[in-house]
């Protein structure tokens, strides 16, 4: 806990990873936890704001997600509207930057957290569709080429 406090980004960024790991891990049993937790990674998404806190804030949404589908819908149902409106907030402050990891991090947040409140997440797909069809949209920037067309010099 004392490691999502401190003032240096990459560590509480490392922090709130292992967190998610032991609750995605531990699944039901990370419910004696949710109270140490949940309000702290809140915090980051409502008041991390600015670029250099993108990465913490997208982690802190993978860790609520996985904390609530650990948990379940009756535990994490008293936080999911609050961690809903903060991603939403940060998906209306404007388009992402091309190097933001937010909206990777927010879409397959949004998939836990529609997985774990089941019929209740409906009122958030109008917020979350549109960025998931634009993703859908989006050119990868890869190319598959034959090993053969490769050219790498090597050939004899």
């Known amino acids: 806990l004392a490691l999502l406090q401190r003032d240096v980004n990459?560590?509480?960024e490392q922090?709130?990873?292992a967190v998610a790991s032991v609750a995605d891990v531990a699944g039901a049993s990370f419910g004696r936890f949710y109270d140490t937790f949940v309000p702290g990674l809140l915090a980051i998404l409502q008041s991390a704001q600015g670029k250099e806190f993108a990465m913490l804030r997208g982690k802190a949404?993978?860790?609520?997600s996985l904390i609530g589908l650990a948990v379940g819908s009756d535990k994490f149902q008293q936080h999911a509207t609050a961690v809903m409106e903060a991603m939403i907030a940060t998906q209306q402050a404007g388009p992402a930057a091309s190097d933001d990891p937010q909206m990777a991090?927010?879409?397959q947040a949004s998939a836990?957290?529609?997985?774990c409140l089941g019929p209740q997440f409906v009122q958030y797909l109008p917020h979350v569709?549109?960025?998931l069809l634009e993703s859908a949209k989006a050119d990868p920037g890869l190319s598959v080429t034959d090993a053969d067309e490769g050219g790498d010099g090597d050939e004899e």
């Not at 949404?61 to 609520?64: P, V």
């Open 129 to 131: 569709v549109p960025p």
């Open 112 to 115: 836990r957290i529609c997985k």
């Open 61 to 64: 949404m993978e860790c609520i």
């Open 10 to 12: 990459h560590v509480r």
């Open 15 to 17: 922090a709130v990873t």
């Open 105 to 107: 991090f927010m879409l």
